[in-house]
């Protein structure tokens, strides 16, 4: 198998997905950027370039909202397989937060935050699976938060939206094992991003003295253990039971095979 990997990051131009965009860079691979605003994008690919460690690197930057259309999501990420090869490594990173009492949020809020952070996950893990699946090879990582591990004050329209990811990935694990295809989820606490700061223009009293019991995180530093975690030690899943997860996994497995044997005796007939 070939070593270079290639990685596509979304929220790549800030932030923690920025900080894994470099990370990864420092280890040899190939870096696709996906971001809205190209500006930033442009800043950030800069930035990602200082850190090679050959000639032969090469970012790639990719303006589109992934949370708004699949099938314009599809084609952009087509594209950037066309230039840069598959897709080894999807990390989902684009999201948004905000926070406010329930009744204080506007309405409209509550479907943009589940578009962006868990939508905006499901576009590019949709548009990668099928060739990772083909390959039987891939990683996808998606960035939730502490708060998609527990509920916090001031945090309904922004904890139901990551705790979705974690429904989705643990779902999509179990399809997708028997493809050597791994999903690592990373619950990072606050981290000192330009997402934060907007947020605490506006973070009622009871939401900041609740963080502040955990600090605040720099992204470089979240952005080391997430890489370490779904590379090295493919983080699987620390946080859920393994021992019924192992029942579920072999008969989907069982299933596969199954599956792959009446196809392959169809086409003897």
């Not at 070593?3 to 990864?24: F, H, N, Q």
Request: charged share 25%; net charge positive; with cysteine.
């Amino acid at each position: 198998s070939k070593t270079v990997s290639t990685i596509l990051v979304t929220g790549g131009s800030s932030g923690i997905g920025k900080c894994i965009a470099i990370e990864c860079y420092r280890q040899g691979a190939f870096i696709t950027l996906v971001a809205r605003n190209e500006e930033k994008l442009l800043q950030a690919k800069k930035e990602v370039e200082k850190c090679a460690i050959n000639d032969k690197q090469v970012v790639l930057c990719i303006s589109v909202d992934v949370s708004s259309d699949y099938s314009q999501v599809e084609s952009v990420i087509k594209q950037a397989q066309e230039k840069l090869g598959p897709v080894d490594m999807l990390v989902n990173c684009a999201g948004t937060s905000m926070s406010g009492k329930f009744e204080e949020v506007e309405v409209d809020r509550f479907k943009k935050l589940m578009e962006v952070n868990y939508l905006g996950s499901v576009y590019p893990t949709r548009a990668v699976i099928t060739t990772m699946k083909e390959r039987r090879m891939g990683r996808i990582m998606f960035v939730s938060s502490q708060a998609g591990q527990i509920g916090l004050f001031g945090y309904t329209a922004y904890s139901p939206s990551k705790f979705a990811l974690r429904g989705l990935a643990e779902s999509l694990q179990m399809e997708i094992k028997p493809y050597n295809i791994y999903v690592t989820v990373a619950y990072p606490p606050d981290t000192d991003t330009p997402g934060l700061a907007e947020e605490n223009k506006t973070k009622p009293l009871e939401t900041r003295l609740i963080s502040e019991t955990s600090g605040v995180c720099q992204p470089e530093q979240v952005a080391k253990i997430v890489v370490r975690d779904a590379i090295v030690t493919m983080g699987l899943f620390r946080t859920i039971a393994l021992f019924y997860l192992g029942s579920f996994d072999s008969i989907v497995r069982r299933c596969m095979i199954q599956r792959e044997q009446s196809k392959a005796a169809d086409k003897r007939e």
